[in-house]
C-alpha cells in the first residue's frame, strides 16, 4: 500500500466562483449560484475526478455546493446532503469582506476573533468532528463538496489539530484535496489542486 492507498481517505471540493467569493465576501446561509467562470471551474473538476471511485459523495445542501458537484460529474441522485459541512455562520459578517470588518475591528479574522450573531469556533469543530468520525467509521473513499472556510476546519481536525489551524490551508474556489493516513497517522496527501491564482480567498 503506498501513501495514496489509504484505508480510509476523505477527499474534498471547494465549490467554484460565486459573485461574493469573487468580491472576497463571506457567505455562508446566502444561497448563491455560481458565476458563469464557477461553472466552468466545477466542469474542469472532472477530469480530475474521473476514474476516482468513491464510495459516497457528500454535499454541503448549499447550491453553490450541490451545483460544483453536478457539473464535476456527480449524480444528484448519488450524492448525500449533509448539513454539517456547510460553510462556518458568519453572523452578522454575512456578506462583508474581511477589510470591511477591520474598519471597526483590527486584526479581525474569523480564526482569531468571534462573528457577532454566528457559530463559534468550537460549535463549527463540533459539527466537523462528526464528518470526520462518520467518515473514518465508513472507510473507504469519500468525496466532500464544501466550502472554503469548513473545509479548512475538516482538514485541521481530520489531522487532530485546533480548529484555528485551519487558517494555514489556503484553499481556492474549484480545487480538490486529498487527506488520508499514513501507517496511523493522519495525513494530507494533496492538497488545493490545481494550485491556482484564478480563484479567491476568504
Known sequence: MNAYESATELWLVRHGETEWSRAWKHTSVTDLELTELGR???KALRPLLTGVSFDRIW???RRRALDTAELAGCELGEVEVVEDVVEWDYGQYEGVTTEEIRRTVPDWTVWSHPSPGGETAEQVGARL??????ARSLGGRTLVFAHGHSLRVLAARWLGLDVADGRVFALDTATYSVLGDDRG???VHQWNVPDSTR???L
Open 40 to 42: 466552468e471551474q466545477a
Open 59 to 61: 454535499s454541503s445542501p
Open 129 to 134: 468532528d462528526r464528518v470526520v468520525d462518520r
Open 185 to 187: 497517522q493522519p495525513v
Open 199 to 201: 480563484a479567491h480567498r
